[in-house]
């Protein structure tokens, strides 16, 4: 009976931001689920202008329809979608960031015809299996899943923020704060058109606090603030060897391999550890007792990841997880050099090619650490270039690296006592009766540095969606739990008066 109780008991907290009445967030469930059908169905390949056009129009008809001023702000690119509600000089301003752009479409790797068409699939052991929307009753199954691409990276949390202004007008709920919206087409793609748009149109985005809704909550399904994002910026690395490949037997042993030239290379970056062993790689981090606290507080397991990823060890840059994310890390994120598998050939390649990431944190200078890395291929010996060498190069230089860089997404990192993060995670958890997760900044990137340097304002990531989601993959999904989730927290973030 006890237990009984105590789980009616974190229901009702759980649905304490809305009516006694479940059915009230479950008939809002289903209108969402409808928006999201309607809004997945228009691709959004952030490669193609086209579709970010056609999911504009789309965008300016829901947000005027909820009574938003809308605006599309021309940039040196693909324009930014803004919304606004009417402003009233004594409220604090709230700047949402989201994006409505996807990761491009490979349909063959889908589990279904078209990745732009939603299915509605269940559970089934370690898989899931397609059921019939007619299903979905008054008694919406929160289990269930709703398969597309986009469908939790961003269109399903744009669709969120919708159905919570919605339930908010319902309910004839006051919003004590000015609501503004922008969302990105190109998040995908970097946005590089962001940081000069932000400095042109610093007006119209002012604001006292911004929200990113993007990415997933915790593992643990508890409500989650994140306080930072890690930055990123890129290397392509290339050593050469003959002009053209040549005949292993003719030229092995003779001939130089950059593929052995390119290993010795990236194998002295790293010691055994996996600890980056350039110097001054890791300068300016310091972790003080109550930061290692909160970090600790994340309800991690780190024996749990390593079985999910099946490796036996993790590398020691931080003594865990968690701790590990406050470093910026180096990474082989591809590898090339001749032919493998099936078209495999007996020759000494002409070049080998490394694809490097480095994850920024705020202490890391993008610009800097490539700097570092650049520096370190020279004092091996290598007259490092910035272009495919020419014939008086290649004859002039005993060992030669062409090192290209990608451009520098800074990270971002709010302080830990920031009122405005106080604000979330109070809410949070008053609205669903769990311990809210802080995280002080995630291991992935999104592209709001520009919003804090030029707002000078403090910002938060809200992730609304599932963690085993499959963004940027095949088969990408939202739990319908988790649309539920995502309008409740939205409801009691807007219907909430700060301190």
């Given at each position: 009976?006890?237990?009984?109780?105590?789980?009616f008991?974190?229901?009702?907290?759980?649905?304490?931001?809305?009516?006694?009445?479940?059915?009230?967030?479950?008939?809002?469930?289903?209108?969402?689920?409808?928006?999201?059908?309607?809004?997945?169905?228009?691709p959004?390949?952030?490669?193609?202008?086209?579709?970010?056009?056609?999911?504009?129009?789309?965008?300016?008809?829901?947000?005027?329809?909820?009574?938003?001023?809308?605006?599309?702000?021309?940039?040196?690119?693909?324009?930014?979608?803004?919304?606004?509600?009417?402003?009233?000089?004594?409220?604090?301003?709230?700047?949402?960031?989201?994006?409505?752009?996807?990761?491009?479409?490979?349909?063959?790797?889908?589990?279904?015809?078209?990745?732009?068409?939603?299915?509605?699939?269940?559970?089934?052991?370690?898989?899931?299996?397609?059921?019939?929307?007619?299903e979905?009753?008054?008694?919406?199954?929160?289990?269930?899943?709703?398969?597309?691409?986009?469908?939790?990276?961003?269109?399903?949390?744009?669709?969120?923020?919708?159905?919570?202004?919605?339930?908010?007008?319902?309910?004839?709920?006051?919003?004590?704060?000015?609501?503004?919206?922008?969302?990105?087409?190109?998040?995908?793609?970097?946005?590089?058109?962001?940081?000069?748009?932000?400095?042109?149109?610093?007006?119209?985005?002012?604001?006292?606090?911004?929200v990113?809704?993007?990415?997933p909550?915790?593992?643990?399904?508890?409500?989650?603030?994140?306080?930072?994002?890690?930055?990123?910026?890129?290397?392509?690395?290339?050593?050469?060897?003959?002009?053209?490949?040549?005949?292993?037997?003719?030229?092995?042993?003779?001939?130089?391999?950059?593929?052995?030239?390119?290993?010795?290379?990236?194998?002295?970056?790293?010691?055994?550890?996996?600890?980056?062993t350039?110097p001054?790689?890791?300068?300016?981090?310091?972790?003080?007792?109550?930061?290692?606290?909160?970090?600790?507080?994340?309800?991690?397991?780190?024996?749990a990841?390593?079985?999910?990823?099946?490796?036996?060890?993790a590398?020691?840059?931080?003594?865990?997880?968690?701790?590990?994310?406050?470093?910026?890390?180096?990474?082989?994120?591809?590898?090339?050099?001749?032919?493998?598998?099936?078209?495999?050939?007996?020759?000494?390649?002409?070049?080998?090619?490394?694809?490097?990431?480095?994850?920024?944190?705020?202490?890391?200078?993008?610009?800097?650490?490539?700097?570092?890395?650049?520096?370190?291929?020279?004092?091996?010996?290598?007259h490092?270039?910035?272009?495919?060498?020419?014939?008086?190069?290649?004859?002039?230089?005993?060992?030669?690296?062409?090192v290209?860089?990608?451009?520098?997404?800074?990270?971002?990192?709010?302080?830990?006592?920031?009122?405005y993060?106080?604000?979330?995670?109070?809410?949070?958890?008053?609205?669903?009766?769990?311990?809210?997760v802080?995280?002080?900044i995630?291991?992935?990137?999104?592209?709001?540095?520009?919003?804090?340097?030029?707002?000078?304002?403090?910002?938060?990531?809200?992730?609304?969606?599932?963690?085993?989601?499959?963004?940027?993959?095949?088969?990408?999904?939202?739990?319908i739990?988790?649309?539920?989730?995502?309008?409740?927290?939205?409801?009691?973030?807007?219907?909430?008066?700060?301190?």
């Open positions: 009976m006890m237990k009984k109780l105590l789980c008991f974190t229901l009702a907290l759980s649905f304490s931001a809305f009516s006694q009445d479940s059915t009230v967030i479950k008939s809002q469930v289903a209108h969402a689920i409808e928006e999201l059908k309607e809004f997945i169905a228009i959004n390949d952030a490669l193609n202008p086209d579709d970010i056009d056609d999911n504009i129009l789309w965008l300016k008809r829901k947000f005027g329809d909820r009574g938003f001023n809308t605006a599309v702000l021309e940039t040196e690119n693909l324009p930014l979608f803004f919304a606004a509600l009417p402003m009233e000089d004594s409220k604090p301003t709230m700047l949402i960031y989201m994006h409505f752009d996807g990761q491009s479409v490979d349909a063959s790797k889908w589990d279904q015809p078209n990745p732009y068409e939603v299915v509605l699939k269940a559970p089934d052991g370690d898989d899931f299996k397609v059921v019939s929307f007619d979905l009753d008054d008694d919406i199954n929160y289990n269930l899943r709703l398969f597309g691409r986009s469908t939790s990276d961003d269109k399903g949390p744009i669709v969120m923020f919708l159905n919570a202004i919605d339930l908010l007008k319902k309910d004839g709920k006051e919003i004590p704060f000015n609501i503004k919206v922008i969302l990105d087409g190109e998040e995908e793609k970097g946005s590089k058109p962001l940081p000069k748009a932000v400095k042109q149109y610093r007006e119209l985005l002012e604001s006292d606090f911004l990113i809704a993007d990415g909550i915790h593992a643990s399904g508890n409500p989650t603030v994140v306080y930072g994002c890690r930055g990123i910026t890129t290397l392509t690395l290339t050593t050469y060897g003959p002009i053209k490949p040549q005949h292993s037997g003719h030229y092995g042993n003779y001939a130089p391999n950059p593929g052995f030239q390119l290993a010795q290379l990236l194998a002295g970056m790293k010691d055994s550890e996996g600890k980056v350039i001054g790689y890791y300068d300016g981090i310091s972790l003080d007792d109550s930061i290692v606290e909160v970090l600790k507080s994340v309800p991690d397991s780190d024996m990841i390593a079985e999910k990823l099946q490796f036996k060890s590398e020691k840059v931080g003594g865990f997880y968690q701790e590990s994310l406050q470093y910026p890390s180096l990474n082989i994120r591809g590898l090339g050099s001749g032919w493998i598998g099936p078209k495999r050939r007996t020759i000494v390649p002409e070049s080998a090619t490394a694809e490097l990431d480095l994850r920024l944190v705020p202490e890391s200078d993008g610009n800097r650490l490539k700097k570092l890395v650049k520096d370190y291929i020279g004092k091996q010996g290598y490092v270039l910035d272009h495919v060498p020419t014939k008086e190069e290649r004859m002039t230089y005993e060992k030669i690296a062409t290209t860089e990608g451009s520098v997404t800074d990270a971002f990192r709010t302080s830990l006592d920031n009122p993060g106080a604000f979330l995670i109070k809410t949070l958890q008053n609205a669903f009766g769990k311990e809210v802080r995280i002080r995630m291991g992935g990137t999104v592209p709001i540095a520009p919003f804090i340097n030029e707002l000078q304002i403090p910002a938060f990531v809200v992730p609304l969606v599932n963690p085993d989601n499959n963004q940027h993959s095949p088969n990408e999904n939202l739990k739990g988790q649309l539920a989730y995502g309008i409740e927290a939205l409801y009691a973030i807007f219907s909430s008066k700060m301190d």
